[in-house]
């Protein structure tokens, strides 16, 4: 059996998956961006990255080449990757909209990609990288085609965010109505299978009218180096833990908010928030300069591990999501997580986690304060997390069944 995995731009949950694919026997080759040779270092590429804001480039191109993925099998489209970061320059100094960076940027990835889909029966390509002709091509060359999308239903999306309207007059995110998403939702309609990642995405594309035998939940793995990294559930004073981008989509607001409320209430905590910080989002100068209050920026997975074993409680007061591979990661560890239904993790309420409602700051609040006085549900609620992610999380699980979806389809033409 022979798949071709496109990533599109950007994004890198794709290359992980292409290598559990492949440990299960399948012949996979990779479509991708820009992967640096041998003769690019670490701090030329950061060099470049500082000309598009990103500081640490070259740890995420590196994660494109990984050990499990011969050279051999990766496909770069080196132009588009850099034409969709010099569109994304413009729009930095308003040249340019960004939707329409997007659409001029995916659009080429599309057409770059199309010279190496040939000689296989799966087209598994990440949503917005089908257009320019890519699955056209698949068809044409007798593939199946099956479209991966990661995040909600555009619809949801734009609802969730017109929460924030009021909170964010900078926000960067591409409109829901613009032409990007309209070619998203294209490659959804064309897919042969729409293949998401929590049942939540689901959710919110049936109620779109999306036809539900056309969707497959497979669940993304979470590597094993996250496994029960919590210890003890003894402590004092809360050690809260955020990880992933701080801006409002991920309630940055809403746990400044919250943290406001703590200190009226005398509760003893520490919050250490791990990732960038997003421009969008104004920090209280109380907030900064809070001894308690750590902002670390980003840090390597291994370095973070340490915070995740340490830390009693896991704070994502999330909008909007897919499925918020940074929860899985803190409930693998043994942690109990605060969240919302939106972050698309496979939480219970008060059974391997405490769901909250989106938008609302005493929610949070009340939920770390619930948690701290209660030691045994903190260690049950963890302990219960690790186990779901183990039972049910795995790259092994994921891969098996992908292999077993490819094989329906493939079937199915037969």
């Known amino acids: 059996m022979k798949s071709i995995i496109s990533t599109g731009q950007g994004r890198l949950h794709l290359i992980q998956s292409a290598i559990a694919i492949k440990d299960q026997g399948v012949d996979v080759k990779v479509i991708t961006g820009w992967v640096p040779g041998k003769f690019f270092s670490d701090k030329l590429i950061n060099n470049m990255g500082r000309l598009i804001g990103r500081t640490n480039l070259a740890y995420g191109l590196r994660k494109r080449s990984p050990e499990g993925l011969p050279r051999t099998d990766i496909r770069t489209c080196s132009f588009s990757e850099f034409y969709i970061q010099f569109l994304f320059m ?6 340019l909209s960004r939707d329409t960076a997007a659409i001029m940027g995916w659009k080429a990835f599309g057409t770059e990609s199309k010279k190496y889909i040939n000689n296989s029966e799966i087209f598994h390509v990440r949503s917005g990288g089908g257009r320019s002709g890519a699955i056209k091509k698949a068809r044409q060359q007798g593939m199946k085609v099956v479209v991966d999308h990661s995040i909600a239903h555009p619809k949801e999306i734009k ?4 929460k924030l309207e009021s909170e964010s007059t900078n926000s960067k995110y591409i409109n829901i109505s ?4 309209n070619n998203v939702l294209k490659d959804c309609e064309e897919a042969d299978v729409l293949l998401v990642n929590s049942d939540y995405v689901k959710d919110t594309f049936l109620e779109q009218g999306y036809p539900a035998e056309k969707i497959s939940v497979i669940h993304l793995g979470i590597d094993a180096s996250f496994y029960d990294l919590k210890k003890s559930y003894q402590s004092d004073k809360m050690r809260l833990l955020f990880t992933g981008n701080f801006g409002f989509r991920k309630g940055a607001h809403i746990i400044i908010k919250a943290i406001e409320i ?6 003893a905590f520490s919050l250490d928030i791990i990732g960038n910080v997003s421009a969008e989002v104004a920090i209280p100068d ?3 300069n809070h001894p308690d209050i750590k902002l670390h920026g980003h840090m390597p997975q291994d370095q973070m591990k340490q915070f995740l074993a340490a830390s009693d409680v896991y704070i994502f007061p999330t909008f909007v999501e897919g499925a918020a591979q940074s929860v899985k990661e803190a409930m693998a560890a043994g942690l109990p997580v605060i969240t919302t239904v ?3 993790a496979p ?5 391997n986690g405490y769901l909250i409602k989106d938008d609302d700051a005493a929610d949070l609040a009340n939920a770390i304060i619930v948690l701290s006085k209660d030691e045994e549900l903190r260690s049950s609620m963890g302990k219960n997390a690790a186990a779901t992610i183990r039972k049910s999380h795995t790259w092994s699980n994921y891969a098996k069944e992908v292999k077993e979806l490819y094989k329906s389809i493939i079937d199915e033409s037969e």
């Open 262 to 267: 703590l200190m009226l209430q005398n509760v």
């Open 286 to 288: 109380w907030f900064r």
């Open 178 to 181: 613009d032409g990007f998403w």
């Open 347 to 351: 939480v219970q309420h008060r059974e």
């Open 342 to 344: 939106n972050s698309g």
């Open 90 to 95: 413009l729009t930095s100094r308003k040249l």
């Open 159 to 162: 609802r969730q965010l017109g």
